[in-house]
């Protein structure tokens, strides 16, 4: 086999990847360790959020004391599982150096026009004729049940103002009004008119079939093994269904890529975070607009096939895919005090998904071509934005593929 790119990753950031490399006229393989555009992708049963609100490196102040209090709850929305592992220390550590004014005020800027520039190519690309992922812009919608969590909302929606971003203050009836599936005992809320949402397992499971008409080649359920190489070139991989010759590789294999990056020499400190989600009927009356439940940190999403998600909980906990119940317990419990007509018994009844999301200590995504190896480019360490984020990436990597450099922030040494 050979191609002009070789991606290893089929989940949101890899197909982007090649959908943007394919316009720059190259010749694509996508391998996946999985089928392409199913569930075991973390990209399929995420919240499905376009949020260039979400503009907060998740390294910021006050995470570390909020953080403290939840870690050793195993049903609080940031839980840490107790264990020795020197990468976990290396990672908390650097956090914890990241959580700073600073990091925020140096970075916020970027992150803010990159989703902006991410949505502007999520609406071109829903207007592909050979495609339907549920694209909509319904913005996103804060709400919380006590008077500090609405605080915390507030605080989130002036550092956006302050940013340019345009934000609407909603009292407790215009979040009912807005929103009549919502109870009317809340607190209040705050509307984020520009953001939007899709439904990510359509994405996930349409965007091959377009790329493979385009002339993409779609490798599903094959293992990457290994990069070859010449010198301090790489120039394929090496795969359970043979070789793989390619003039450029990109590496987007979220959680999984430092794995492969070792063999080069390369190492990237990035923690998988595992969060879970319940897919659903919607209630009735439907919810229109994404919602953050502030307290619990459940995001719910309306999604198409008249269906609603909630995803929720960020789970240091190593590489594992294992259901965590209490997890699922807490985000099933959550739901009722927002809602009218839901209860926690049959949400907590509905087969949970669980994915894992690449986590850097600083929360900025690692973009670009380490040093002192050619033929060679990685997309990973998205967090929770690799869905909002994934054009916008895609797109910057088939810039750098292309001889354009990433931003500097994104630097794929910068803790080496």
């Given at each position: 086999?050979?191609?002009?790119?070789?991606?290893?990753?089929?989940?949101?950031?890899?197909?982007?990847?090649?959908?943007?490399?394919?316009?720059?006229?190259?010749?694509?393989?996508?391998?996946?360790?999985?089928?392409?555009?199913?569930?075991?992708?973390?990209?399929?049963?995420?919240?499905?959020?376009?949020?260039?609100?979400?503009?907060?490196?998740?390294?910021?102040?006050?995470?570390?004391?909020?953080?403290?209090?939840?870690?050793?709850?195993?049903?609080?929305?940031?839980?840490?599982?107790?264990?020795?592992?020197?990468?976990?220390?290396?990672?908390?550590?650097?956090?914890?150096?990241?959580?700073?004014?600073?990091?925020?005020?140096?970075?916020?800027?970027?992150?803010?026009?990159?989703?902006?520039?991410?949505?502007?190519?999520?609406?071109?690309?829903?207007?592909?004729?050979?495609?339907?992922?549920?694209?909509?812009?319904?913005?996103?919608?804060?709400?919380?049940?006590?008077?500090?969590?609405?605080?915390?909302?507030?605080?989130?929606?002036?550092?956006?103002?302050?940013?340019?971003?345009?934000?609407?203050?909603?009292?407790?009836?215009?979040?009912?009004?807005?929103?009549?599936?919502?109870?009317?005992?809340?607190?209040?809320?705050?509307?984020?008119?520009?953001?939007?949402?899709?439904?990510?397992?359509?994405?996930?499971?349409?965007?091959?079939?377009?790329?493979?008409?385009?002339?993409?080649?779609?490798?599903?359920?094959?293992?990457?093994?290994?990069?070859?190489?010449?010198?301090?070139?790489?120039?394929?991989?090496?795969?359970?269904?043979?070789?793989?010759?390619?003039?450029?590789?990109?590496?987007?294999?979220?959680?999984?890529?430092?794995?492969?990056?070792?063999?080069m020499d390369v190492r990237l400190l990035m923690e998988p975070a595992k969060g879970y989600s319940l897919t659903t009927i919607q209630p009735d009356p439907p919810l229109r607009t994404p919602t953050l439940l502030a307290e619990a940190k459940v995001a719910v999403?309306?999604?198409?096939?008249?269906?609603?998600?909630?995803?929720?909980?960020?789970?240091?906990?190593?590489?594992?895919?294992?259901?965590?119940?209490?997890?699922?317990?807490?985000?099933?419990?959550?739901?009722?005090?927002?809602?009218?007509?839901?209860?926690?018994?049959?949400?907590?009844?509905?087969?949970?998904?669980?994915?894992?999301?690449?986590?850097?200590?600083?929360?900025?995504?690692?973009?670009?071509?380490?040093?002192?190896?050619?033929?060679?480019?990685?997309?990973?360490?998205?967090?929770?934005?690799?869905?909002?984020?994934?054009?916008?990436?895609?797109?910057?990597?088939?810039?750098?593929?292309?001889?354009?450099?990433?931003?500097?922030?994104?630097?794929?040494?910068?803790?080496?």
């Amino acid at each position: 086999m050979t191609y002009d790119v070789a991606i290893v990753g089929g989940g949101a950031i890899g197909l982007c990847t090649a959908y943007y490399l394919q316009r720059q006229g190259a010749h694509v393989g996508v391998f996946d360790r999985s089928m392409i555009g199913g569930p075991a992708s973390a990209s399929y049963g995420n919240a499905g959020w376009v949020v260039p609100s979400h503009f907060v490196p998740l390294a910021a102040p006050g995470v570390i004391s909020q953080g403290l209090k939840w870690m050793l709850d195993s049903k609080s929305p940031f839980y840490v599982k107790p264990r020795l592992d020197l990468n976990l220390i290396r990672w908390l550590l650097q956090f914890r150096r990241h959580c700073t004014e600073a990091h925020v005020d140096q970075h916020a800027p970027l992150l803010l026009s990159l989703g902006l520039e991410s949505r502007r190519l999520y609406a071109e690309m829903a207007n592909e004729p050979l495609i339907e992922f549920g694209y909509a812009a319904e913005g996103l919608l804060y709400t919380a049940r006590t008077a500090r969590g609405h605080a915390e909302n507030l605080h989130e929606a002036e550092l956006a103002e302050r940013m340019g971003y345009e934000v609407d203050y909603l009292t407790a009836s215009e979040v009912t009004d807005r929103e009549p599936a919502l109870r009317d005992d809340l607190a209040g809320g705050v509307y984020f008119p520009l953001d939007a949402h899709l439904t990510p397992q359509r994405f996930q499971s349409e965007m091959p079939a377009l790329l493979s008409e385009r002339g993409a080649a779609l490798h599903g359920s094959v293992s990457v093994t290994g990069f070859q190489t010449a010198g301090n070139r790489v120039t394929g991989l090496e795969t359970s269904a043979g070789p793989v010759t390619a003039t450029e590789t990109v590496l987007a294999g979220g959680a999984w890529s430092g794995e492969l990056l070792r063999e080069m020499d390369v190492r990237l400190l990035m923690e998988p975070a595992k969060g879970y989600s319940l897919t659903t009927i919607q209630p009735d009356p439907p919810l229109r607009t994404p919602t953050l439940l502030a307290e619990a940190k459940v995001a719910v999403t309306p999604m198409l096939d008249g269906q609603i998600r909630y995803a929720g909980t960020l789970e240091l906990a190593g590489p594992s895919l294992t259901i965590n119940q209490r997890r699922v317990e807490a985000i099933a419990e959550a739901v009722p005090n927002y809602f009218h007509s839901i209860a926690a018994e049959p949400l907590a009844q509905i087969e949970p998904w669980a994915g894992l999301r690449p986590c850097t200590p600083d929360g900025l995504p690692y973009i670009g071509r380490p040093q002192g190896v050619k033929g060679l480019t990685v997309a990973a360490g998205h967090a929770m934005v690799g869905m909002s984020l994934a054009p916008v990436t895609g797109r910057l990597v088939a810039d750098a593929v292309d001889g354009k450099p990433a931003p500097k922030a994104f630097a794929v040494d910068r803790f080496s």
